[in-house]
């Protein structure tokens, strides 16, 4: 199977702190002193939140455990690694070559290396399966419970989702973004400012806490995998100074949220009851206009609510 098709969305890499051991990801990572606490939703599921970062993270550990039972040079393992989106979602979520990476130096078999690491991957709760593809890929697909609670960890961070970690220069970026089109980004926003605005006139609360296994549409899926990919893409276009970036990652997640829009009905029509999916997916718009309002906003842009 073939995955070398990407996503627009610039391959990332990822930092691996210090510490990570297999099985990290079955709860969200929060730091006990930080002022921050878990999202409320999190009490509706038993598996953990899962970002692009925190997946590297298990990537490489899955990679370290791999080595370590057979005996192979740990020095060899990079402090960063790289996950890709294959345009074919029939290729999973994401995809790895570290395994064929770490191989070569180690002077083993690509494809056994990637064996045994999807099999300590697929030990992890937020991991659907994992599929080793051709000489040694790693395609890896995600519970829809994993990526759903991402929706509320946005909203929890509100404006700091993104930028927490990054030192940007803000008077360039504004500068250098003058120029890119931007109008199917404020509309987006606009559109999902109406529909929290309609939904609230309704009298539909969105509450404290939403299931995030009910999360499930493909629509939906599409949609909280870019979402993850927005402090990535942020740090990446900070490191080499192109604010382009961050609005060509915009320009897809309108795009994303109009498709979204399309297939999946969030308010209910006449008599219908709101269920937990109606709710959730409110949960999903919120995080929507968030990370449009935190990326329009990186690059001096207005975010309105109203078009």
Avoid at 79 to 90: E, F
Avoid at 295 to 306: D, H, I, N, S, Y
């Amino acid at each position: 199977m073939v995955f070398h098709s990407l996503s627009p969305v610039d391959c990332i890499s990822f930092h691996a702190g210090s510490g990570t051991v297999p099985g990290f990801l079955t709860a969200p990572r929060w730091h006990p002193h930080s002022a921050q606490r878990p999202p409320p939703q999190a009490a509706r599921s038993n598996i953990g939140l899962v970002t692009p970062a925190q997946l590297a993270e298990a990537v490489l550990a899955a990679a370290a455990a791999a080595l370590t039972d057979r005996g192979l040079d740990l020095s060899v393992l990079p402090a960063t690694t790289a996950l890709q989106r294959p345009r074919n979602p029939d290729h999973g979520d994401y995809a790895s070559t570290l395994a064929l990476q770490l191989a070569k130096k180690v002077g083993t078999a690509p494809r056994e290396l990637a064996q045994s690491m999807s099999e300590k991957l697929g030990d992890e709760p937020v991991v659907r399966s994992v599929e080793v593809a051709g000489p040694g890929f790693l395609n890896i697909r995600l519970n829809a419970a994993a990526t759903g609670t991402l929706a509320g960890m946005i909203i929890e961070r509100g404006e700091s989702y993104g930028r927490e970690t990054v030192d940007l220069d803000l008077d360039m970026w504004t500068r250098r973004s003058n120029d890119n089109p931007v109008y199917s980004v404020q509309y987006a926003h606009a559109r999902s400012a109406s529909l929290l605005r309609n939904a609230a006139e309704l009298g539909l609360i969105r509450g404290h806490d939403y299931d995030p296994a009910v999360l499930v549409h493909d629509r939906e899926h599409d949609l909280l995998t870019t979402l993850g990919e927005f402090p990535g893409v942020v740090a990446r276009a900070a490191h080499v100074r192109e604010p382009h970036r961050v609005m060509r990652y915009l320009g897809e997640l309108a795009g994303t949220y109009y498709q979204f829009c399309d297939a999946c009905r969030v308010l209910p029509h006449g008599d219908e009851p709101f269920t937990d999916q109606g709710r959730a997916r409110l949960w999903l718009v919120e995080a929507v206009r968030i990370v449009l309002a935190n990326g329009l906003g990186l690059l001096g842009v207005t975010a309105p609510q109203r078009m």
